[in-house]
């Protein structure tokens, strides 16, 4: 396992669309690899192109503190919506707020090939939209309504 780089926006990876997936060790060292730098980054998700691989593959901690894996994920299914802050390692320092489901279904593979749905809530199913959105080459900077100030993140951080 190691800790890679981080890619910061404006870096042209982070507005492609990502490639399939194909399930293999290569995959899972990504997948080992994606773990351990968001260990080192203290973040609640981080998505293969981040770090610079245009694959379909993510890891999101849920709201236990358990790390779920999405190979080739898609939405399944949304319901409600709410807004609230968010912010990512590939764009430091900038915190906005963002609309999204509070309930999703995820359908995305295992590592051993099977596919799979997961049903996700509020902060887990915030975490898996904003990844998802980064294998479609997308950041959260596009779909923020307001950026918050350095005064309310200060309140919010207290």
């Given at each position: 396992?190691a800790?890679?780089n981080?890619?910061?926006i ?10 399939e997936a194909k399930?293999?060790n290569?995959?899972f ?15 609640l998700?981080?998505a ?6 245009l ?5 999101i901690i849920?709201e236990e503190?358990?790390v779920?894996?999405l ?10 919506c ?5 912010g ?14 509070k ?9 051993d ?7 996700l809530?509020?902060m887990?199913a ?8 980064h294998?479609?080459?997308?950041l ?8 918050l ?9 207290k």
């Amino acid at each position: 396992m190691a800790i890679r780089n981080i890619l910061k926006i404006g870096e042209p990876t982070l507005e492609m669309v990502s490639k399939e997936a194909k399930i293999d060790n290569r995959l899972f060292e990504l997948l080992n690899d994606l773990k351990e730098t968001l260990n080192a980054a203290d973040g609640l998700g981080l998505a293969a192109p981040q770090v610079g691989v245009l694959r379909r593959a993510a890891i999101i901690i849920d709201e236990e503190g358990r790390v779920i894996e999405l190979i080739n994920p898609i939405i399944v299914h949304s319901n409600g919506c709410i807004v609230g802050a968010e912010g990512c390692l590939s764009v430091p320092g900038r915190w906005g707020e963002v609309e999204r489901p509070k309930e999703v279904v995820v359908g995305t593979y295992g590592r051993d090939g099977n596919y799979r749905e997961i049903k996700l809530f509020d902060m887990t199913a915030r975490a898996a939209c904003h990844e998802i959105d980064h294998l479609n080459g997308e950041l959260f900077v596009g779909k923020v309504t307001r950026f918050l100030s350095d005064e309310e993140l200060n309140r919010a951080e207290k």
